[in-house]
């Protein structure tokens, strides 16, 4: 069986060492839950590494918002020519930022774990249809 593309499972935010189970509960902009698994249901990998793990997330989280401030203040100079109303950058670089914030939260997190972890590996042995018993 061939294994699963790294971007694939990354753009799904599946677990980096199976890269089948699930990294969150619910959709991206559900109400009823935006959390993360504390185990992989395929493989049985914690998450959470160690305590306090994901408050490395909120450094990724901070250069994906700066990613999207400048993405969203070239779009909006762009469209409007206008270098006059501060106001109008604020708005729309902060609305922007605030729609996006559940895509932020779950990618700092995906990010984090498959590209700032050295103690997190793709195990190609693990990326089958069956599923493990983590026992």
């Given at each position: 069986?061939p294994?699963?593309p790294?971007s694939?499972?990354?753009?799904?935010?599946?677990?980096?060492?199976?890269?089948?189970?699930?990294?969150?509960?619910?959709g991206?902009y559900?109400?009823?839950?935006?959390?993360?698994?504390?185990?992989c249901?395929h493989?049985?990998m914690k998450?959470e590494?160690?305590?306090?793990?994901?408050?490395?997330?909120?450094?990724?989280?901070?250069?994906?918002?700066v990613?999207?401030?400048?993405?969203?203040?070239?779009?909006?100079?762009?469209?409007?020519?206008?270098?006059d109303?501060?106001?109008?950058?604020?708005g729309?670089?902060?609305?922007?930022?605030?729609?996006?914030?559940?895509?932020t939260?779950?990618?700092?997190?995906?990010?984090?774990?498959?590209?700032?972890?050295?103690?997190?590996?793709?195990q190609?042995?693990?990326?089958t249809d069956?599923k493990?018993?983590?026992?």
């Amino acid at each position: 069986m061939p294994e699963t593309p790294k971007s694939w499972a990354m753009l799904h935010c599946k677990c980096p060492r199976c890269r089948r189970g699930n990294m969150f509960k619910g959709g991206f902009y559900s109400f009823a839950t935006n959390k993360i698994n504390d185990n992989c249901a395929h493989c049985g990998m914690k998450f959470e590494i160690e305590p306090g793990y994901f408050y490395a997330a909120m450094y990724v989280s901070y250069a994906l918002n700066v990613m999207y401030g400048g993405i969203l203040w070239t779009a909006t100079y762009q469209i409007t020519h206008n270098s006059d109303s501060p106001w109008m950058y604020i708005g729309i670089i902060l609305g922007g930022c605030f729609l996006m914030s559940p895509i932020t939260f779950r990618y700092s997190r995906v990010f984090l774990l498959y590209w700032l972890s050295p103690k997190v590996h793709y195990q190609p042995h693990l990326d089958t249809d069956d599923k493990i018993s983590h026992n």
